[in-house]
């Protein structure tokens, strides 16, 4: 958490695929099923990182404001 980055570890080999810096204490991570993205709350960056599941980058940062915590989803159906 205080390391700044989300580390990406294969469950099967017990192995370390990435390690990504996403911003100042990273503290909640959301993947948004059948997708490539992943989300990542930044407690002291005030912002959330959207991470390619594929590739590892960041492809946005979005700016929340103060000490974002716990994310999640819903599906909106129009």
Known sequence: ???NDVT???L?????????TTGKVPNHVFRVPN???MYVSNLDSGDIAVV???T???TKK?????????IGFLQYKN
Do not use: A, C, L, W
């Open 12 to 20: 099967e080999s017990k192995v370390v695929v990435e390690t990504i």
């Open 35 to 37: 997708s490539k993205k």
């Open 62 to 70: 979005i700016k929340v404001g103060q000490k974002p915590h716990e």
């Open 8 to 10: 990406i570890i294969d």
């Open 1 to 3: 958490r205080f390391s």
């Open 52 to 54: 390619n599941t594929e």
């Open 56 to 58: 590892y980058e960041i």
